[in-house]
């Protein structure tokens, strides 16, 4: 496939052990802006890993990560964490972390918040919102920071079908806005995903993980047409039957 960005990140040969398990190994990845990369593999493949790594939570014990043009990024987990304040707050609290002042990061909240649809809930306690507006709240978080890359942690694993949906839509959005959006630059996407069908509607590309090594590497329409090794071929049916 013939990119046209520059590379936000790279890693080369890349390693992580937690003693004696290779929870990643020999890992080569240039992720460039613009794409949506799911990673998808067994429990236990090295997904999470991956992305601790690809945002600075986790080191490498061989390897390195490189970075290339300088970029904002978050990530998300998949049971965001909210504190016991009201909803606005703690979007608000994220920007004045960032070097807003009060006033000026509780009105950008209120907008990121109209952004997903949870205005009304504005002055609601976080806590006591449902997972799926949770994860709204934090999706919210993040457009109001303005992250050029999100990384995401199974997004939408702990949520209903409806939920999914929603947030599934909103994160696409964030990854191919529409004009009419305030913030119309693309947010360029890694998830991890067991959800093969969530891959096929927001991924450009797929990352197959087995045993902490990366098996394929294809953009998404080759994944699930064309030749697969025989392990991945074997993950896919499992998946979808
Ligand atoms: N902090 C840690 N200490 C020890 N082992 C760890 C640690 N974090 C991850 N591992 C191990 O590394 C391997 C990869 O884990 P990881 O969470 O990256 O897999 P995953 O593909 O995200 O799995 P899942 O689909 O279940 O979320 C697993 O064997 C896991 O037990």
């Known amino acids: 496939m013939i990119q046209t960005h520059a590379p936000l990140l790279t890693l080369r040969g890349a390693g ?4 004696a398990l290779h929870a990643l190994q020999a890992v080569n990845v240039t992720l460039h802006a613009g794409e949506r990369l799911a990673l998808i593999g067994a429990n236990g493949s090295g997904k999470s890993t991956l992305l601790r790594v690809l945002h600075g939570l986790q080191r490498l014990s061989s390897g390195e990560l490189a970075h290339g043009a300088p970029h904002r990024q978050a990530m998300l987990f998949q049971r965001p964490h909210l504190l016991r304040a009201s909803t606005q707050t703690n979007v608000a609290l994220a920007l004045w972390l960032r070097g807003h002042a009060w006033r000026e990061a509780r009105t950008q909240a209120l907008r990121a918040l109209e952004r997903v649809g949870l205005e ?26 303005q992250a050029q890359l999100l990384l995401l942690d199974e997004p939408t694993s702990s949520l209903d079908p409806h939920a999914k949906r929603e947030v599934e839509a ?18 360029t996407t ?9 891959v096929k509607r927001l991924a450009t590309r797929v990352l197959y993980l087995e045993q902490g090594r990366v098996l394929v590497d ?3 329409h080759d994944f699930f047409n064309g030749p697969l090794p025989e392990a991945a071929r074997w993950f896919v049916k499992g998946e979808t039957l």
Not at 16 to 19: K, S, Y
Not at 170 to 187: G, H, K, W, Y
Request: glycine share 8%.
């Open 170 to 187: 909103l994160i696409a959005q964030l990854a191919s806005p529409t004009t009419c959006d305030a913030q119309s630059e693309p947010v």
């Open 190 to 198: 890694v998830f991890s995903s067991h959800n093969l069908g969530q």
């Open 218 to 220: 294809l953009p998404v």
């Open 120 to 145: 009304s809930l504005a002055r609601q306690n976080g806590r006591t919102l449902s997972g799926g507006q949770q994860q709204r709240v934090a999706l919210a978080r993040v457009w109001a920071l």
């Open 16 to 19: 992580v052990r937690f003693g």
